[in-house]
């Protein structure tokens, strides 16, 4: 499996707004973004991620799953562009804030860090572990 980091802005799309599509999820459309694209071509069915929220609030507040492959963004008419399904798993106990992913020296080569306007970033298993500690989760 792998890891994944999906940024969204809350008043745009939220988790909660994810969390209410239930078991059938939502197409993770809109992203044009050939780095961000390709990664979600490599992804897999079951693979996971945190979703963040970005410019209000800067925190990763849940966890996702990925549903459906890549496939046609149905957002635009453009082939290029792809997206996958994702659906909500649950919210972390306690989000983790940009500045504490900062503050974390283990986190220092961070996509979230390293690659800041990346919407869809990947995210390696002792990242995944550390991140899901500091939010009351065991990985």
Known sequence: MAYWLFKSEP???SFADLQAKGRAGQEWDGVRNYQARNNM???RIGDQGFFYHSNIGKEIVGLVEV???????????DPRWECVDLRALRPLPRPVSLAEVKAEPRLSQMSLVTSMRLSVQPVTDAEWKLVCAM?????
């Open 135 to 139: 939010g009351g989760l065991e990985p």
């Open 41 to 43: 071509r490599a992804m």
């Open 11 to 13: 008043d745009s799309f």
């Open 67 to 77: 549903k459906a492959l890549a496939h046609p963004d149905s957002t635009s008419e």
